[in-house]
């Protein structure tokens, strides 16, 4: 069974006045996916941005614009919700909620509400580290506001900076891990590999694999929204890594192999989730190597991690995965034993939708005596049923 966090949890979602309150729109809709019920207030600036019918349609509900179109909407409305999002947050707002300003429904809203309030800035970095707005944002988050931070890149005026609201995704884990219902993996400690790993021919030339991190980045996300303090060992990859992880950055299975160790034994779970290159050129040239017609390459294997952390004196659960290309469940099988996992999640990558570059995955995990299958669904639900498998064992 999916295990959706926010399923029946009220949240008011307040849009404010920045270009970015389209985005608001894609987290309304990521919500009510999560199973939230979800009210949207918003100030006459944001209405410049995005249309309040936009919004209605997304969350399914009214959406409240002016605080005088119902007298009592700034108080009922807050007493039926258990959070609130501000996101865009603009830096008006922020200097809004600090002054204790009720000017409009969200002021207004935010000085009747006595849950979490999580506010996802979106501005120009200018704006964002302007030390007056850093002071009297450091004050709100001093009296318990929860910031989800902006990212740097690409901002609306053509500049670059700090100062782009943060990923859909990012703002909805941060909601999730406020809101746990049942932080089932509070005071755990996971250790969680992700991505490739590239092994260098020479300073320039590598060899590696598909693997894009997602399925390793979406448990890490949901183990932290279940309460659990993470530590992500991540090859190459994209992703930005998750706020609230410990991330280790590597690029070799060797860099791999040694950051494991380092953690593992300090770990209640290992779950290895990156797919770590088999083998490694056996020598690695100091410069780059010309072109020829061909190239004789020697690859060494690399040193299996999983039976390494198998061996400790100290181990952690161990949750291994096998990405194969037809039904072969009998060589997961077959890891799981001859490694001295406790799981393994085995997908076929040849399935559509299942495996490298997508957002879904369908899988099966497995014991020493039970194959548990799941339909195609997407990697934060994967993570979801994994994790549900962890709690219990380390329950």
């Not at 183990?223 to 994209?238: C, K, Q």
Request: net charge neutral; aromatic share 6%; glycine share 6%.
């Amino acid at each position: 069974m999916k295990r959706k966090v926010l399923t029946s949890k009220k949240i008011i979602v307040a849009v404010t006045g920045s270009v970015a309150a389209y985005k608001s729109i894609d987290l309304i809709r990521a919500l009510k996916k999560e199973n939230a019920a979800v009210k949207v207030i918003m100030t006459s600036s944001a209405a410049n941005f995005v249309t309040p019918y936009s919004l209605k349609i997304a969350s399914g509900d009214e959406v409240i614009t002016d605080m005088f179109s119902d007298p009592f909407a700034h108080i009922e409305i807050p007493k039926w919700a258990d959070a609130l999002v501000v996101a865009p947050a603009t830096a008006n707002t922020i200097s809004k909620f600090y002054c204790a300003s009720a000017d409009d429904i969200v002021g207004a809203c935010f000085l009747a509400f006595e849950g979490p309030v999580i506010v996802a800035p979106a501005m120009n970095w200018r704006m964002y580290t302007n030390p007056i707005f850093v002071e009297k944002l450091d004050h709100l988050k001093d009296k318990g506001i929860i910031e989800v931070k902006p990212e740097r890149g690409d901002l609306a005026c053509g500049e670059e900076g700090i100062g782009r609201l943060a990923g859909v995704d990012i703002i909805v884990e941060s909601i999730k891990k406020v809101l746990a219902v049942d932080p089932d993996l509070s005071k755990k400690k996971l250790v969680i590999t992700a991505g490739p790993t590239r092994e260098y021919i020479d300073p320039v030339r590598f060899i590696s694999n598909r693997s894009s991190g997602k399925m390793g980045y979406a448990i890490a996300m949901n183990a932290l929204s279940r309460g659990a303090e993470v530590t992500l060992i991540s090859g190459p990859t994209w992703i930005d890594p998750p706020k609230g992880a410990r991330t280790i950055l590597v690029e070799t299975a060797e860099e791999m192999m040694a950051s494991v160790s380092e953690n593992a034994d300090k770990a209640d779970a290992l779950i290895m989730a990156a797919a770590v290159a088999d083998y490694a050129p056996a020598k690695k040239s100091g410069q780059k190597e010309e072109k020829k017609d061909s190239m004789f390459l020697e690859l060494r294997a690399t040193e299996d991690i999983l039976k390494a952390v198998a061996s400790m004196k100290r181990r952690p659960l161990i949750v291994g995965f096998a990405a194969e290309t037809g039904q072969n469940r009998e060589r997961a099988r077959g890891k799981l034993v001859g490694k001295n996992m406790d799981l393994i999640v085995f997908n076929d990558v040849t399935l559509s939708g299942s495996g490298f570059d997508v957002d879904t995955n369908k899988v099966t995990i497995m014991d020493g005596t039970t194959e548990e299958e799941h339909p195609l669904m997407s990697k934060h639900d994967v993570a979801a049923v994994i994790l549900d498998r962890v709690a219990s064992l380390l329950s």
